[in-house]
């Protein structure tokens, strides 16, 4: 994912390989084999997953993707019911729909599966129409519901974005301002000469450009550095960039760029939340198995473990971290091959970056 700016708005991009789309993924969890041939056979079309027990289901859901469960109430050892109530108590399960199989007419199983929060149910003998048609339904509605969170997502993200981008804008404004040497605030040719060349590299920073070459990682730290220097330079905040010989990489400067001012600027507001009186942040830049290696070292502090589990989670934003700036910065990294990797370093964070 790519923040750009067009015709003045900031805008978010998506590669196409990365987020193409896929089939939905059902699972069926049924503890007689014919009846899961018979679903396998009227699902055909979708990329069904089996499991003869509700044990074996419970595995499941927390190693593969699961878009959708099918589930046979009457099982031994652990009946549908069960396993309907531990996915629903588990945060990680329990926005799954959940549609159950029973027989015709007990209409006290149908309301004790509504009451632990199922979508629906299907009757066995199946009815491939009214199967494939409730499958279909609420395979749709839970894409609808995605869609919406990831739009709601996304435009949180432009305005945290764009926010930042207009009090660096700013803060590299004032700092023009403030080295005239009479003090006066009315702008100088060479106030405006300045700005003029700081704006033209936010612009080639966010300039809608996804195309993969190679590129000089420190150039484009540098890039990120000119977006944030008044800001840092502000904030006392010292950068630090290390490299022993020229590291090149492949993918996109400006979109390297955007991830080391994401990153950056969340060391910053870590370090301002927490009142770090000589903040500082080191950049090392080397070669690792044939790829670029880049260590981002900061003293925000001692991490909290919340922050920790969740750094890249972009729904977390009650911890110190700004976590949409860190999800992001995953997100472009990801779309060019790339990972991030974070741990507790002295006493602040360490970010590795390999692409």
């Given at each position: 994912m790519l923040m750009v700016i067009v015709d003045g708005f900031i805008k978010v991009s998506f590669g196409e390989n990365k987020f193409a789309r896929k089939k939905a993924s059902i699972l069926i969890v049924d503890d007689t084999g014919l009846n899961i041939d018979i679903l396998i056979g009227i699902l055909k079309h979708y990329d069904v997953i089996p499991a003869l027990s509700g044990k074996e289901a419970l595995h499941i859901v927390?190693?593969?993707?699961?878009?959708?469960?099918?589930?046979?109430?009457?099982?031994?050892?652990?009946?549908?019911?069960?396993?309907?109530?531990?996915?629903?108590?588990?945060?990680?399960?329990?926005?799954?729909?959940?549609?159950?199989i029973t027989v015709k007419n007990m209409e006290q199983d149908i309301l004790r599966g509504y009451e632990l929060?199922?979508?629906d149910y299907v009757a066995k003998p199946?009815?491939?129409?009214?199967?494939?048609?409730?499958?279909?339904?609420?395979?749709?509605?839970?894409?609808?519901?995605l869609n919406i969170k990831t739009r709601l997502l996304c435009q949180t993200t432009s305005k945290i974005i764009a926010n930042d981008i207009l009090y660096h804008l700013?803060?590299?404004?004032?700092?023009?301002?403030?080295?005239?040497?009479?003090?006066?605030?009315?702008?100088?040719?060479?106030?405006?000469?300045?700005?003029?060349?700081?704006?033209?590299?936010f612009l080639t920073v966010y300039h809608d450009d996804t195309l993969s070459d190679t590129f000089t990682i420190k150039n484009a730290i540098v890039k990120a550095e000119r977006v944030l220097y008044a800001t840092f330079h502000n904030d006392n905040i010292q950068l630090l960039i290390n490299q022993k010989e020229p590291v090149t990489a492949t993918g996109n400067e400006n979109a390297y760029a955007q991830v080391m001012i994401n990153l950056l600027s969340n060391a910053r507001d870590m370090f301002?939340?927490?009142q770090v009186t000589k903040p500082k942040i080191i950049i090392e830049i080397t070669m690792k198995q044939d790829k670029s290696h880049t260590l981002i070292r900061d003293n925000s502090g001692k991490p909290l473990q919340d922050d920790l589990d969740n750094l890249f989670d972009p729904t977390k934003q009650n911890t110190d971290h700004n976590h949409l700036k860190l999800f992001l910065a995953q997100s472009i990294l990801e779309n060019y091959g790339g990972a991030i990797n974070c741990r507790p370093w002295q006493s602040g964070m360490e970010y590795i970056i390999d692409l």
């Open positions: 927390l190693e593969e993707k699961v878009d959708l469960i099918l589930l046979d109430i009457v099982m031994p050892e652990m009946d549908g019911f069960e396993v309907c109530r531990r996915l629903k108590a588990d945060e990680r399960t329990k926005n799954i729909p959940v549609i159950i929060g199922i979508v199946f009815n491939p129409v009214e199967l494939l048609g409730k499958v279909k339904t609420h395979l749709e509605l839970t894409a609808c519901h700013n803060s590299n404004w004032q700092y023009a301002l403030s080295k005239n040497a009479d003090n006066h605030s009315v702008p100088t040719t060479s106030n405006i000469i300045e700005f003029s060349n700081i704006l033209d590299n301002v939340k927490r």
